[in-house]
């Protein structure tokens, strides 16, 4: 579903990825998790090449680029793999002139080139799916944070990804609807979507992921099974990094 082979990735001088392998299957939940500017939204954001790398090779479902420095994929390849994926971000970015309905209709009427009628229908269909049936016209500033996110899911299920990207999806919401947003998430889990998410909510990543990468400096330090990472780390830093992460929400 997702290869990722040698990836790398700067800003001006600043390497942000060393080198990045990773492989995660279809029907399978992989959590990103690492210090602030370790990395991590930035390896999330060259799924879908919101970032471009600079080299290495990237997989999403049947579509390979690689990436050599001096060259850049063509257009119409980076259209093919941003359709296999949708993305959830940190601050909603929903289209605030536009109800919950229209911001979920919008993509599919715009890039699947659907004619109203049907985008309306399985708009209402995924509203449904997150919870919000009952909030269809209802424009963003009437909408809790919470709400708001979960219309962002449904926008993001709109276009029949392959796999869902999540950046932080829950670090902009007061703590009291957190939950609201990870419910929906464990249940699109459990139907066996394809999901990869940037998180610091361990409680969420113990129940939910299939495997667990911790990144920093640009580098995986460590990786496998929830148990194995967030209760036997084997590297120093990565348990230092768990350690506090721990104490911060005691």
Known sequence: ??????????????????????????????????????????????????????????????????????????????????????????????????????????????????????????????????????????????????QQQRVGIARAMAVNPEVLLFDEPTSALDPELVGEVLRVMKGLAAEGMTMVVVTHEMKFAAEVADRIILVDSGRIIEEGSPQEVLQHPKNPRAAQFLNILTENKL
């Open 1 to 146: 579903m997702i290869e990722v082979h040698n990836l790398h990735k700067s800003f001006g001088t600043q390497e942000v990825l060393r080198g990045i392998d990773l492989k995660l299957d279809k029907g399978k939940v992989l959590v990103i998790i690492g210090p602030s500017g370790s990395g991590k939204t930035t390896l999330l954001r060259c799924f879908n090449l919101l970032e471009q790398p600079d080299s290495g090779t990237l997989k999403v479902g049947e579509v390979v680029l690689e990436f050599h420095e001096g060259s850049k994929p063509k257009q119409e390849q980076i259209l093919k793999l941003r359709k296999q994926s949708g993305m959830v971000f940190q601050a909603y970015h929903l289209f605030p002139h536009m109800t919950a309905l229209e911001n979920v209709m919008e993509g599919q009427i715009t890039v699947q080139k659907k004619n109203k009628s049907e985008a309306r229908k399985f708009a209402l269909e995924l509203l449904a799916r997150v919870g919000l049936e009952n909030k269809t016209d209802s424009y963003p500033h009437m909408l809790s944070g919470g």
